[in-house]
DNA sequence: ATGGCGTATGGAATACGA
């Protein structure tokens, strides 16, 4: 029996593309749970024979041709795989499992959240609408008997919620990701369900903290204008399992990389 | 200079990301 778990998220923006980095991100960092957001891989064509030579034997995907896909992999067993489909949409955006730790099953939740478009105005843009249905989904689900069992809810969820979220907090507040409409709408999801923002627990709010960094910039690092859009969210009874997070900045300048870099929790009961 | 790039599809040019 473990009592101890290390989960990664990453968008990984095409896993098939970016299985050499996914090898290396195992092989250096171990985590028991991997969960990937824009596979962008037909459940058909996933690369399962290089994530069980790499040791993960268990996997759960829910993919889809060209766009969007999220899979869960692990060193561990996973049970009562989950699918949610939102808005009616027929997207792959969300799976769920079980692992169990410390004898206890830990839900854990892999979301990929609508990006939104360019226009912030739901009367203008589809997109932006599709984003704010898709929170107010997740906000009345993700609340009651969800949110009362040990949980975590990660992955990319598209919004940069406090103003050290981002490089420039007026700068962005009428660009999509960090408009007051998503990041009020952001924050009644999270207070809905009294998940726990676990990465501002060990970095302070007055710190800048990014998970994404665009591919445009001539110097990403140099420039540094990133945004926080990675989230690891922690249910009420697993707040006092939740040890650190860290966000893997390196792995934003390895051999052709994701735009986004991976986020490791640690766990321990 | 928050898009200057990158990816999938399909086999060139377009849609999409955030």
Not at 128 to 141: A, I, V
Not at 205 to 212: N, S
Request: hydrophobic residues 40%.
């Amino acid at each position: 029996m473990t009592n101890r778990l290390k989960l990664v998220t990453w968008n990984i923006n095409s896993v098939r593309l970016r299985m050499p980095i996914v090898e290396r991100l195992l092989a250096e960092v171990q985590p028991d749970v991997l969960c990937l957001q824009e596979t962008k891989c037909p459940d058909a064509n996933f690369p399962e024979k290089a994530f069980k030579a790499a040791g993960y034997d268990h996997i759960a995907i829910n993919g889809q041709k060209g766009y969007h896909g999220v899979a869960t992999v692990s060193r561990l067993p996973l049970s009562n795989v989950e699918k949610r489909e939102f808005c009616q949409m027929g997207d792959s955006r969300h799976i769920a499992v079980d692992v169990e730790l410390a004898g206890q099953a830990v839900r854990i939740h892999n979301f990929y959240v609508p990006a939104g478009g360019d226009e912030p105005d739901p009367e203008k843009n589809d997109k932006f609408d599709h984003k704010l249905k898709f929170m107010n989904e997740m906000k009345d689900w993700l609340t009651g008997p969800e949110t009362a069992k040990p949980a975590v809810l990660v992955g990319d969820l598209n919004v940069a919620p406090y103003e050290h979220d981002v490089w420039s907090h007026k700068q962005l507040l009428k660009v999509v990701s960090h408009t007051p409409i998503e990041t009020e709408l952001f924050e009644a999801v999270r207070e809905s369900g009294n998940w726990l923002d676990a990465m501002r627990q060990f970095t302070p709010m007055e710190e800048k903290l990014y998970t994404w960094w665009s591919y445009r910039a001539k110097d990403w690092s140099k420039a540094d204008k990133g945004r926080r859009l990675d989230h690891v969210w922690v249910s009420d009874p697993l707040k006092s399992a939740i040890k650190s997070t860290e966000v893997l900045r390196d792995a934003r300048g390895w051999e052709k990389p994701s735009d986004h870099a991976p986020v490791v929790a640690d766990f321990e009961m």
